[in-house]
Structure formats: structure tokens, C-alpha cells
């Protein structure tokens, strides 16, 4: 949870922040190193709703419009799903739960996980794999 709290602080997304010091031992810079999502190279699948605080698909559709907009929403640290839908060169599947007090929690704690969000997750999982990791057939024999 650190980490998303870092996002917020820094107004992007960086690798984990260790202080100044351990920053140059670690990376070879004072600051922690931007992650670039056009440079992310595998399928990637979102996972996300109203109520999550950490994606906030509410002001998105101002983004692609707005450069003013987004600029501010940049300022104020607030990323959300849908721009990264947009910067990822391979998103596969982006998937909004179905219940709108949906938040970032719930994907630890929800109680309701198992019908709102396992069955597409687990539907991806098999469909990525029989995508791109096929199974062997097995010969039959008579």
C-alpha cells in the first residue's frame, strides 16, 4: 500500500522511493526512475471501479479532450484507469466490477471478490493462456 501512496506523492509513477542515498546505490540517481507505460510490454489487464480511489474513471473522458485537464488532474496526483488504458500498448481486457461502491480494498477484502471480480479475472487467465501458452494436445489413442 506504500507504494500507491507514493504515486500519489510524487504525481507519477516511479519506482519504489528509498530516500535520496539508497535511491543512488539502488538505481544510480537521487530520485527513484519513472515507469513508462508505453514501454510496458506485455499484456496487461485492468481491474477496477467507481468508488476506487486509486482510478478515477470519473474525470477521465475530460483527459483525451482537455489538455488543460489533464495537466491539472496531473498536478493533483490523480491517475486513473482509464488514462493508463489509453498509454498501455497492450491492454487486454480493461474490466469496470460491476458494483458502483466498488474500491481498491475490495480487491483484498471484498466480500463479494468471488462473484464481481474472480469470474472475469479467472475467464482471463484462461483465456490468456490458451492465447498464448497453449496447452499440448494429447493423442488419442484407439
Same mark, same amino acid.
Given at each position: ?18 530516500? &535520496? ?13 519513472? +515507469? ?8 496487461? &489487464? ?36 482509464? &488514462? ?7 491492454? +487486454? ?39 498464448? +501458452?497453449?496447452?499440448?494436445?494429447? &493423442?488419442?489413442?484407439?
Amino acid at each position: 500500500m506504500n507504494l500507491y501512496f507514493l504515486v500519489f506523492h510524487s504525481g507519477g509513477f516511479h519506482k519504489y522511493d528509498l530516500g &535520496s542515498r539508497k535511491n543512488e546505490d539502488a538505481y544510480g540517481t537521487e530520485e527513484a526512475p519513472t +515507469y513508462f507505460p508505453e514501454n510496458v510490454n506485455v499484456p496487461v &489487464s485492468l481491474y477496477w471501479g467507481q468508488n476506487d480511489w486509486l482510478a478515477t474513471p470519473a474525470v477521465s473522458f475530460l483527459l483525451p479532450i482537455f489538455k488543460e485537464a489533464r495537466k491539472m488532474l496531473k498536478k493533483w496526483n490523480l491517475q486513473d484507469v482509464l &488514462s493508463l488504458d489509453t498509454e498501455l500498448p497492450d491492454v +487486454y481486457d480493461n474490466f469496470e466490477v460491476d458494483w458502483d461502491q466498488w474500491n481498491h480494498m475490495d480487491f483484498i477484502y471484498g466480500i463479494d471478490a468471488d462473484t464481481l471480480l474472480y469470474p472475469q479475472l479467472m475467464d482471463n487467465m484462461a483465456r490468456a493462456q490458451d492465447e498464448f +501458452y497453449p496447452l499440448p494436445q494429447r &493423442s488419442q489413442k484407439n
